[in-house]
């Protein structure tokens, strides 16, 4: 029986995340989120101001509208009070962004 010897190649395999820890691809998805989020948030002030705007007087219209600014607001901090927290629960387990 011959014994043959198989030579091959390396292959590295790009990394699609560019992330080396886990704790390191949360921070980017908080941090794409957060961005997200507020562009998202933008448009809804937009709408409001519009929505106000045009009103005429209606107070249905502007309490609708007022009701949206507010609920926008409250989702706005959330989104920076979750960025918060990822960044904390890092700084705790010794993690540096």
Do not use: C, H
């Not at 029986?1 to 995340?17: E, G």
């Not at 921070?27 to 009103?55: H, R």
Request: proline share 2%; hydrophobic share 55%.
């Amino acid at each position: 029986m011959k014994i043959l010897t198989a030579l091959a190649q390396t292959v590295t395999i790009p990394n699609p995340l560019a992330s080396n820890s886990i704790m390191d691809l949360v921070d980017k998805v908080a941090t794409w989120l957060l961005e997200v989020g507020l562009i998202i948030s933008t448009i809804i002030i937009i709408w409001a101001a519009i929505v106000f705007m045009t009103s005429g007087g209606n107070t249905e219209r502007v309490t609708t509208a007022r009701k949206t600014l507010w609920y926008t607001i409250i989702g706005i901090v959330i989104l920076l009070l979750a960025k918060g927290l990822t960044s904390l629960v890092a700084n705790f387990l010794g993690g540096n962004f």
